[in-house]
């Protein structure tokens, strides 16, 4: 699992471009999560699943959140328009 801070407005061609370039890492299965700010970036409390659950405190902060599974292709990146607590994402597949 990788933390990145950004911008509020960023623009989603180059968050997918990262996500793509990033997946090149040696595990199974990828996580890349953005915050918007880098005093908020935190790890979940359970590492085993990277799902934050009911971290209502870390998921104010999430603004983008990646995963990709090299097992079987799934590859979904969900960009949030306020944060994901307290918005739907709109999701791409890079």
Same mark, same amino acid.
């Given at each position: 699992?990788? &933390?990145?801070?950004? #911008?509020?407005? !960023?623009?989603?061609?180059? =968050?997918?471009?990262?996500? $793509?370039? %990033? %997946?090149?890492? @040696?595990?199974?299965?990828? !996580? =890349?999560?953005?915050?918007?700010? +880098?005093?908020?970036?935190?790890?979940?409390?359970? @590492? !085993? *699943? #990277?799902?934050?659950? =009911?971290?209502?405190?870390? &998921? %104010?902060?999430? $603004?983008?959140?990646?995963?990709?599974?090299?097992?079987?292709? !799934? *590859? /979904? &990146?969900?960009?949030?328009? +306020?944060?994901? &607590? /307290?918005?739907? *994402?709109?999701? =791409?597949?890079?």
């Amino acid at each position: 699992m990788e &933390l990145y801070t950004g #911008a509020r407005v !960023f623009d989603p061609n180059t =968050l997918s471009n990262l996500c $793509i370039e %990033r %997946r090149n890492v @040696p595990q199974n299965t990828f !996580f =890349l999560v953005v915050f918007d700010s +880098a005093e908020t970036a935190q790890f979940p409390s359970n @590492p !085993f *699943s #990277a799902f934050y659950g =009911l971290e209502a405190n870390a &998921l %104010r902060h999430i $603004i983008a959140a990646y995963t990709y599974n090299r097992g079987n292709g !799934f *590859s /979904e &990146l969900n960009i949030y328009r +306020a944060n994901a &607590l /307290e918005s739907p *994402s709109t999701t =791409l597949h890079p």
